[in-house]
C-alpha cells in the first residue's frame, strides 16, 4: 500500500521537475540505428505522466493509451540484441513506469531486469540506483535502502546528479535524515536544484534541532531505545553514541547536566575459575568539551579516588584512535575476589563533517505500522542533532582479578563491536 511520502513526487508532477533517469541511458548503445528514435521521444517527454505513481489520475491523457505505448516500447526495446546492460536498465524503467500505472504484475519484471543489469555489471553504479530508486517508490523501503548504499559505494564524479538527490529521497522516506542531510548537500553542491530538494531540506531543518550542551536534558530526551531480537539497542544523537547490548543486561540511563551525562551496566555475573559466579559492571561518562580542555585532565577528575596508571600503549587505537587508557589495581578492595581490577578507557572525538551519520550507517530504515487498504500519512518527528563540540567518552571496567580475564575480554567486545561513536 501507497505511503503519503511518496506523494512528494506527485508534488512535482505539474511541474517541469520531473525524474528521469532514462536520461542518463545512452540510447546511441540500445538503437545504434536510430529506428526507433520516436519511441526514445515518447518515453521521455511524457515522464511526468508516469515516473510516479498517482492516487487519482488528474491527467487530460487517458492512462489506457499511455500504457498501451509503454507496452509496445518494452516489446520493442526487448527484441532487440544490442548493448545488454544499458537495453535491460531501459527495460526495467519501462516496466515500473507500467507498475506505476497499476499495471501491478510488471512490478516483478522491472527487477528482473534491473537485477539482470546488475549481473552484466556490477560495478556500474545505475544498476544499484535504478533498482533502489523502484523499490523505494514502490514503498518497499527496507530494499531500497540496501540497494542505495550499494550503488553510494559505485558513485564517482561521473554519476548522474540526480542520483544524489533520489539517494536523499530514500534515506528521507526511510526516516534516516542524516544520511538524507548528505545527499542532499552533495546534490546541491553539483549544481542541483528542485522543489523536491526544498521540500526535504525545510523538512530537515525544521525536525532536526540543535542540541545545547548548556541547558539540561532529562534521559527520555537523549536517548531512543528499540528492541531488536535479543538485542536493545540505545541511541543517542546529541551524544554522538549507539550501543547494543542483550535484554538481560541491567541499565540505568542518567539525564544531561553540566555538559555531562552518565550511565552504567551491569552484564550477567561471570563464572570464576572456582565456578562462584561474580559481577561486574561497565560505568561512561560523556563530556561536551569545554574549549581547551584536554582529554587528560577530564580523566584525571573522575580517577581522583582510583588514580590509575597510564598503559603504554591505547589496547583500542585500532578502532578509536585518539584516546587514552590507565589501569588501576587494588588488592585491598574486593579482597574477596582477588581484589580490584579497575581500567579506565577515554576517547575524543571531533565534530564531524556529517553528523549522526555514522550513527545510521548500517542501520534498517524506520519500519512503520500501516492501515492496510488505505493510503497512510506519516510525518518525521523531531529529533535533536549532535552538540555541536568535540565529546569525551570515559568508560570503566569494574571487575576484580578472579574474572580479570573473562570481563576484560567481555569489556573489548562491548567497545569494539558493540559501541558506535559518531
Known amino acids: 500500500m501507497k505511503c ?24 546511441n548503445k540500445i538503437d545504434p540505428s536510430g ?38 516500447c518494452l516489446y520493442v526495446y526487448g527484441s532487440l540484441r544490442t548493448d545488454e546492460f544499458e537495453r535491460y ?7 515500473h513506469y507500467l507498475y506505476n500505472l497499476d499495471q501491478r504484475a510488471y512490478y516483478d519484471t522491472a527487477e528482473m531486469y534491473y537485477k539482470e543489469a546488475i549481473g552484466l555489471n556490477g560495478k556500474d553504479c545505475r544498476g544499484y540506483w535504478f533498482l533502489g530508486y523502484a523499490y523505494v517508490t514502490s514503498d518497499e523501503i ?6 542505495f548504499r550499494q550503488a553510494l559505494q559505485l558513485a564517482d564524479d561521473r554519476t548522474g546528479i540526480d542520483f544524489w538527490q533520489e539517494y536523499a529521497f530514500a534515506m528521507y522516506v526511510g526516516f534516516m ?53 535479543s538485542q536493545i539497542q540505545l541511541l543517542s544523537y546529541p551524544l554522538g553514541i ?27 555475573a561471570l563464572a570464576s575459575a572456582s565456578g562462584k559466579r561474580i559481577g561486574y559492571s561497565i560505568g561512561m561518562v560523556v563530556k561536551v568539551a569545554e574549549n581547551g580542555e584536554r582529554l587528560e585532565d577530564f580523566m584525571a577528575s573522575l580517577m581522583q579516588r582510583t588514580p590509575g596508571m597510564r598503559d603504554a600503549s591505547f589496547p583500542f587505537r585500532n578502532v578509536f584512535p585518539n584516546g587514552i587508557s590507565y589501569s588501576f589495581n ?22 564531524p563533517a556529517y553528523p549522526g551519520l555514522a550513527l545510521e550507517e548500517d542501520q534498517l530504515p524506520v519500519k512503520l505500522k500501516e492501515e492496510a487498504g488505505k ?9 535533536r542533532t549532535r552538540f555541536p563540540d568535540r565529546i569525551f567518552y570515559f568508560f570503566l571496567l569494574d571487575s576484580c582479578e578472579d574474572i580479570r580475564e573473562e570481563s576484560w575480554n567481555g569489556f573489548q567486545q562491548f567497545l569494539t563491536r558493540q559501541v558506535v561513536l559518531d
Open 89 to 95: 536498465l531501459l527495460l526495467g524503467e519501462i516496466a
Open 330 to 351: 587494588s588488592d585491598s578492595l574486593y579482597a574477596d575476589r582477588g581484589g580490584a581490577r579497575l581500567r579506565f578507557v577515554g576517547i575524543e572525538r571531533p565534530v
Open 375 to 383: 493510503l497512510n500519512f506519516f510525518t518525521m518527528g523531531v529529533m
Open 4 to 27: 503519503a511520502i511518496i506523494l512528494l513526487l506527485i508534488i512535482l508532477s505539474g511541474t517541469a521537475e520531473c525524474r528521469a533517469d532514462i536520461k542518463f541511458l545512452d540510447f
Open 35 to 72: 529506428r526507433f528514435k520516436a519511441r526514445q521521444q515518447f518515453l521521455l517527454e511524457n515522464l511526468a505522466y508516469y515516473d510516479h505513481w498517482s492516487a487519482d489520475w488528474i491527467y487530460n491523457i487517458p492512462k489506457d493509451s499511455l500504457t498501451r505505448e509503454l507496452k509496445r
Open 142 to 147: 527496507e530494499k531500497g535502502v540496501a540497494a
Open 242 to 268: 549507539r550501543i547494543s547490548i542483550d535484554s538481560n543486561w541491567q541499565l540505568q540511563l542518567g539525564g544531561f547536566g553540566k555538559r555531562m551525562a552518565a550511565f552504567g551496566i551491569q552484564p550477567p
Open 177 to 229: 535524515p542524516f544520511h538524507c542531510r548528505y545527499g542532499l548537500d552533495q546534490y546541491k553542491r553539483r549544481g542541483g536544484s528542485s522543489l523536491l530538494w526544498k521540500v526535504m531540506d525545510s523538512t530537515l531543518r525544521a525536525k532536526c534541532l540543535a542540541a545545547d550542551p548548556d541547558i539540561t536534558y532529562r534521559s527520555s530526551a537523549l536517548w531512543q531505545a528499540e528492541r531488536k531480537g
